[in-house]
């Protein structure tokens, strides 16, 4: 093997890396029609009991700590404030969820490495943490909004700092498509795109 | 939920898995008419006891918009095809569903000829498959009488509501215009 076809292997592998840890994925779902400007306050409903998908997370205090810290200043810069009589109007349950999932990919092709048709594809194999979000309308007991982002785990359990700011950005960026005045109909019904 | 119920929940969720295997992108269809039975005999029904178990996807365990989505599109089919929803007394048929979402890699035969030779495609690739089985079954005998399923890619439709919802009315609808119009 030449030392540019290493050089060439260890690139991709590096980008292959990169790509699959740096990506995060957010989406939500939505009451549609319902008027978010009438709550006011929200407070932590029941731990869930669901399984995480690995022991690190199960009752893990600094993954709890973090996600409640970012939720409460992403709800406090809405004009959502915690709860103090005990009678909030919203409801707020998280979980979160590690499964191995795999990737494949083509970047020896996709940049000239390989021109011929059996190129070789790297299969990677990585675990993809979800942290989904139920939002309920405390009177009602219904969910009213639900929101999650998706992100490869890599090293984030072992390092507090990496998971602080995982958690931050992923709860920034999910709430940023919770809404606070009525929700939107607009996208209802065909807005199908063809995958 | 007795125990002849679970027993069928749990054959859904088997064949959910057994379809998986066949997934791809595109979105196939099938039923089985259980042999010997004529659905004539059948004009109400009504939900049974939702399924407790977990789709494979975080996203979509527990989540109301989806299932009143599937619920939604359903009863809008069966009406029409002449299947009447009674919510008191004793329906004759009972309308189970389930989903499941799994990882699939897309590997296409191309000197079986699926597809033109050459070109940098995007081949092989991995999508999350989507597969919903809905069962109609008989309470009184506690047997399956019409099963249905629709297997297809959810990539990025779980994410986007809009486009979620357009899938499983797709999956849906084309599920259940297989089932043979009441009289």
């Not at chain 1, 004009?79 to 979980?95: E, F, K, R, V």
């Not at chain 1, 020896?108 to 990585?126: L, S």
């Not at chain 2, 890699?105 to 030779?117: F, L, N, P």
Request: charged share 25%; proline share 4%.
């Amino acid at each position: 093997m030449t030392r540019r076809k290493q050089m060439e292997i260890v690139l991709t592998a590096a980008l292959a890396a990169a790509s699959c840890a740096t990506t995060m994925t957010v989406g939500s779902h939505v009451e549609r029609g319902l008027d978010f400007s009438t709550y006011r306050t929200f407070d932590w409903g029941p731990a869930d009991a669901l399984p995480a998908g690995d022991p690190r997370l199960t009752r893990n205090p600094f993954f709890n700590d973090h996600v409640q810290g970012a939720m409460e200043t992403q709800l406090a810069a809405r004009g959502l404030a915690l709860s103090t009589t005990g009678t909030p109007d919203l409801l707020i349950h998280y979980h979160a969820n590690i499964s191995e999932r795999i990737d494949v990919n083509h970047l020896d092709r996709r940049y000239g490495y390989c021109a011929v048709d059996d190129c070789p594809v790297d299969t990677i194999r990585y675990e993809a943490g979800t942290l989904v979000v139920d939002i309920v309308d405390a009177r009602s007991n219904t969910l009213v909004w639900r929101g999650w982002a998706q992100n490869a785990v890599g090293d984030m359990l072992d390092d507090p700092k990496a998971m602080r700011r995982i958690i931050v950005q992923a709860v920034a960026r999910m709430l940023e498509r919770f809404p606070r005045t009525l929700s939107s109909e607009r996208r209802a019904g065909h807005g199908r795109r063809t995958p | 939920m007795n125990a002849a119920t679970i027993r069928l929940s749990r054959l859904a969720a088997l064949a959910v898995s057994a379809l998986m295997l066949t997934g791809c992108a595109t979105m196939s269809v099938g039923s089985y008419l259980a042999r010997g039975l004529d659905l004539h005999a059948y004009h109400t029904f009504d939900w049974g006891p939702p399924d407790a178990l977990s789709t494979g996807d975080p996203r979509l365990d527990n989540n109301r918009f989806f299932d009143e989505r599937v619920r939604s599109q359903a009863e809008r089919m069966l009406d029409a095809r002449g299947f009447q929803r009674v919510t008191s007394g004793a329906p004759d048929l009972l309308i189970h569903y389930h989903v499941n979402i799994s990882q699939d890699v897309h590997v296409s035969h191309r000197d079986r000829g699926d597809r033109e030779r050459g070109g940098f495609d995007r081949d092989p690739y991995v999508y999350d498959a989507g597969t919903l089985v809905i069962d109609l079954v008989d309470p009184r005998t506690e047997t399956l009488v019409w099963r249905g399923w629709a297997t297809g890619s959810m990539e990025g439709a779980i994410d986007d509501q809009a486009w979620m919802d357009a899938r499983i009315d797709e999956a849906v609808t084309r599920i259940l215009e297989r089932l043979p119009r009441a009289r």
